[in-house]
């Protein structure tokens, strides 16, 4: 079984991030949010580990993610949070969508 590294890097980050929000602003939307988009993704790490043709999970959080972020960046203007959130979402969007397209190579697991 090949582990999506990256996948698990950025459900790690967006929880890390709702921590983060927590600690600095005392913002308790913001920790459930990270802590739920973060598990959420979590778990589609460990689908696209087993399967990596089973990203349907990680790619509609990361669109939902990258969408409500986005909007938040176009709002605020602030680069962080929502900025950086914005652009880690679109990149994993941008990844399973190649990934679907057949641009990129997934090893069926054995």
Known sequence: ?????????YA?????????GYTKAGSIPSLG??????SILCY?????SRDPNNFGLLF???AALGGLM????YNSGKFMPAGIVTVLSVGMVLRFAA????LLQSKPVE
Do not use: E, H, N, W
């Open 1 to 9: 079984m090949t582990i999506d590294l990256l996948s698990f890097a």
């Open 33 to 38: 949010a990270g802590l739920l988009f973060g």
């Open 70 to 73: 986005g909007y938040r960046f």
């Open 99 to 102: 990934r679907s397209a057949g």
């Open 44 to 48: 589609g790490a460990i689908q696209t």
């Open 60 to 62: 509609g959080t990361s």
């Open 12 to 20: 790690a980050t967006v929880a890390t991030g709702g921590i983060i």
